[in-house]
């Protein structure tokens, strides 16, 4: 893309591609929650009616199963969900202390061996199936990656593999969880993109400068975009301050309402991501795509966890 303007609707033809991790957060009490970056983001785009192909791998066991069936029941598509018959479905332990949570996200898992395409597949193959032929690169509008994903060899591999070869619009979520990410990534991450997000407090460890007023974020925005490459916009999010969208000329602020009835804010920033998307494929301004996307956050914000089947979240107008 070379336009500061989004494409028109027309101009994006296809669904989504989104490639990542799909997981279940596992409480102490016994409760498990479905999550994961990606798989939140595809969920959402479903709920707008967008029907994203969501690539990403489970095991061949219970948690794999209770996947495909929640994604089944929400009319997702369910080819491009691998089966790892040697990973376990991608986990995160949680623990309590003293009331304060702390995380252990498992590696390795089902997630981080995603395969390449297939589009001649034979007997017993696995990995993921689009079209045929070159074409396949060419069906879907916008390619959405986070880089927790890009922690594994294979599947950083996948991801690389689709970069090259995809004709989509690229959307990257930067989504620091440590200890599975490098900075040494962001060259190859960011480079080429179309559309970046990340939260201030990523934006400011990324580039070591503070992030808490208009003019640091944009300060901070053009030292990413001299450093590692200029994308078309960057949408930064700030937590109950709002976002923003930044072009190469513009600066575009939403502030962000107070939920209804404040639950958590787990999965916050991927309803941001996918509302976003939502607003850039509508071909709406990005002011518009912007004050779209802090209001459905907003509601996530009223979940309990990042998902929810109740379809009159979606409507945004």
């Not at 994903?149 to 970069?163: P, Y």
């Not at 002011?287 to 979240?313: H, K, P, W, Y």
Request: contains cysteine.
């Amino acid at each position: 893309m070379n336009s500061t303007a989004p494409k028109t609707s027309l101009e994006f033809r296809g669904t989504p591609l989104i490639i990542g991790e799909v997981l279940l957060d596992h409480f102490p009490d016994g409760r498990s929650i479905l999550g994961g970056a990606p798989f939140n983001v595809a969920w959402n785009l479903q709920g707008f009616g967008r029907k994203p192909t969501f690539v990403s791998s489970v095991g061949d066991d219970q948690e794999g199963k209770q996947i495909k069936e929640r994604m089944a029941n929400w009319g997702m598509k369910l080819d491009g969900l691998q089966t790892s018959p040697e990973h376990q479905t991608g986990a995160v332990k949680v623990t309590l202390e003293n009331g304060q949570p702390s995380y252990e996200i498992v590696y390795p898992c089902a997630y981080d061996f995603i395969q390449s395409p297939v589009f001649n597949p034979s007997a017993g193959d696995t990995a993921t199936t689009f079209g045929s032929g070159s074409s396949a690169y060419e069906e879907h509008s916008v390619f959405y990656h986070g880089t927790l994903a890009w922690r594994g060899e294979q599947t950083r591999d996948t991801l690389k593999h689709w970069i090259a070869n995809s004709t989509a619009s690229r959307f990257v979520d930067i989504n620091i969880r440590e200890p599975w990410f490098d900075a040494k990534w962001l060259p190859e991450l960011l480079e080429g993109a179309d559309f970046v997000k990340l939260n201030d407090e990523e934006l400011a460890g990324i580039t070591g400068m503070p992030c808490e007023t208009e003019d640091d974020v944009k300060r901070a925005v053009e030292k990413v975009s001299s450093l590692y490459g200029t994308a078309v916009v960057y949408f930064i999010t700030c937590g109950a301050r709002g976002a923003y969208a930044i072009t190469h000329d513009q600066t575009y602020f939403a502030s962000a309402p107070p939920p209804e009835s404040m639950v958590d804010t787990v999965g916050a920033g991927d309803g941001f991501a996918a509302a976003t998307i939502d607003g850039i494929l509508a071909g709406i301004s990005y002011q518009q795509v912007i004050d779209r996307a802090v209001g459905f956050a907003s509601r996530i914000c009223g979940l309990r966890g990042a998902t929810s089947n109740d379809e009159s979240i979606y409507q945004l107008e």
